[in-house]
C-alpha cells in the first residue's frame, strides 16, 4: 500500500538532462546537505529571483551598440565622409607655405622606415 505523504500530491515532471548532468547535480546536493530534488528547486527558485531590469538594461546596451556600429559602417560608405578623411590626411596648400623648409618636401624612406 502506497503512504500518502504531502510530497505525493506536489506536481511532478519528467526532465531530460544532457549528460553528466545528474552526476553535477547529485555532487552539488551532496556539497549542499540536500536531495537532489531540493537542489534543483533552489537554484529554479534562484533563477526566478534574477534581476530582469539589470538584464533587460544589457541588452538595450548592447542593441544601441549595434546600432552605432552600423551608423559607422553607413557613415564610412559616405562618399563625402571619404573625401572629407582624405582631406584631413592631406595637408592645405596653406598648412604647406607655413612648413619650414625642410619639412615642405616628403622625406624618401629610410631603411629604419622599411
Do not use: C, W
Amino acid at each position: 500500500m502506497t503512504q500518502d505523504t504531502p510530497s505525493r500530491s506536489l506536481d511532478k515532471v519528467i526532465v531530460r538532462l544532457p549528460d553528466g548532468m545528474r552526476d553535477r547535480i547529485r555532487e552539488a546536493a551532496e556539497n549542499n546537505n540536500r536531495s537532489m530534488n531540493a537542489e534543483i528547486v533552489s537554484r529554479l527558485e534562484a533563477s526566478f529571483g534574477m534581476d530582469i531590469p539589470l538584464v533587460q538594461g544589457t541588452v538595450n546596451t548592447v542593441q544601441g551598440f549595434q546600432a552605432i556600429a552600423q551608423q559607422l559602417v553607413t557613415l564610412t560608405q559616405n562618399p563625402q565622409f571619404q573625401a572629407f578623411i582624405k582631406g584631413i590626411d592631406q595637408p592645405s596648400s596653406k598648412e604647406i607655405e607655413h612648413l619650414p623648409k625642410d619639412e615642405k618636401q616628403p622625406s624618401s624612406p629610410t631603411k629604419a622606415d622599411e
